[in-house]
């Protein structure tokens, strides 16, 4: 049976299932970084469209254990390419591969490219692709000796909205920012704080969460592309989701105290349609006044990729604020130092890119 699987970044996976479920669609299978599902067109479209927190959704053209290079060859050869690629559609295969005996991707990727072009060739010798035609991805995502021979139905990563075409040093991806919202549990009656809201992608997640935006209104996916797609589904999904948006307003407030970060955040919140549900303002994050019980979500600099003099007391006049306010306050930071009387406190563990964070929570 052919499936959809989501993949995503470690830690998410239960929001993941959750955003699948919400739509109807049947989970089939769950492991680390992705969800399965079932396969039909109509949902195809909806999980590109609806997807917050996955990074990618593809065809699961094959799921078979695989131990060495020869097999991997002989599975992806094994395959009818022919229903989904084109003749002469450029390829681009790629591999990553983890806690298995085939450890070499830059093979996995040459020897899957010959392997699809071979079945798909069927003994003729020459094989040409058009540079006109928009090239189809083929991932081979081998874990634990599990190899995944996945179509790449949503090309870029679907945490590029399209909103966000300004950012300042070290922006948060757009999926990362809706995780951390929908981690937090924020309920939409009460007000929403970032104190430290650079280019804005935490509120402007949040706003398009509470006003029901879908995330991928704004772009396009390489499914749109597969000769064998029908455009009516994606014009059909679009329209629903449009019906879908509500129009009510919300306290969500951001302040940064960098000006020109502050005019980024209006602008990328303007091309995601939310600004009128947003407050920005400049200021600095030590003399808010927060409005009582307001659930504060913020992401200040880490020290390493945006330099700050005085950080250990920033973290310290976070804290302050938080705990002398009374407010909800969660807080995604590396910094060792954060917070200081951790008993108030409870962590979950996320990697933001490359990086080990932890997603600091303190409840009222
Ligand atoms: C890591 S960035 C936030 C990135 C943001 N989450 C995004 O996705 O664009 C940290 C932000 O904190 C701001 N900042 C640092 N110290 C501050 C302070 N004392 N008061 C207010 N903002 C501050 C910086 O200007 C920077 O924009």
Redesign the pocket.
């Known amino acids: 049976m052919t499936n959809f699987v989501a993949t995503c970044i470690s830690g998410v996976e239960s929001l993941v299932r959750g955003e699948l479920e919400r739509q109807d669609i049947q989970i089939t299978y769950g492991q680390d970084k992705m969800a399965a599902f079932e396969w039909d067109m109509m949902t195809l479209t909806r999980a590109n469209i609806w997807s917050r927190v996955a990074n990618r959704i593809y065809i699961e053209v094959e799921k078979v254990d695989v131990t060495s290079l020869e097999m991997l060859f002989a599975v992806v050869e094994s395959i009818d390419w022919s229903q989904w690629i084109p003749l002469g559609t450029p390829i681009i295969v790629s591999a990553t591969t983890s806690r298995s005996v085939v450890t070499h991707t830059p093979s996995m990727q040459s020897l899957g490219k010959k392997a699809i072009i071979r079945s798909l060739m069927k003994g003729d010798d020459f094989w040409k692709e058009n540079e006109h035609s928009h090239p189809i991805e083929v991932f081979l995502l081998l874990v634990n000796d599990e190899l995944h021979v996945l179509i790449n139905t949503s090309g870029d990563a679907l945490h590029k909205r399209g909103y966000r075409t300004e ?2 040093e ?3 991806k757009e999926s990362l ?1 809706a995780a951390l919202v929908l981690f937090s549990g924020w309920k939409f009656r009460t007000p929403l704080y970032d ?8 509120l402007i997640e949040a706003a398009m969460i509470a006003r029901n935006i879908a995330p991928g209104l704004q772009r396009e996916f390489d499914y749109l592309y597969f000769p064998w797609y029908d455009l009516p589904y994606h014009e059909k999904a679009i329209k629903e989701a449009r019906e879908k948006i509500f129009a009510k307003s919300y306290q969500i407030f951001g ?4 000006e020109y ?1 502050v005019d980024i955040a209006c602008k990328n919140a303007s091309r995601a349609g939310v600004l009128d549900t947003i407050q920005f303002r400049e ?4 003399s808010v006044s927060f409005i009582p019980d307001s659930h504060i979500i913020t ?3 880490y020290g390493k990729r ?1 330099w ?1 003099e005085n950080l250990e007391e ?1 973290y310290e006049t976070l804290e302050q604020q938080i705990l002398s306010n009374n407010l909800s306050g969660w807080v995604i930071t590396s910094v060792e130092y954060f917070p200081k009387n951790q008993k108030n406190w409870t962590k979950k563990n996320l990697m933001n890119g490359a990086e080990k964070c932890q997603f600091w929570r303190k409840g009222i």
Do not use: K
């Open positions: 950012a300042g070290a922006p948060l920012a104190p430290m809201c650079g280019s804005g992608t935490i302040s940064d105290r960098d970060m200021g600095d994050m030590g992401n200040p600099p945006l700050d920033l």
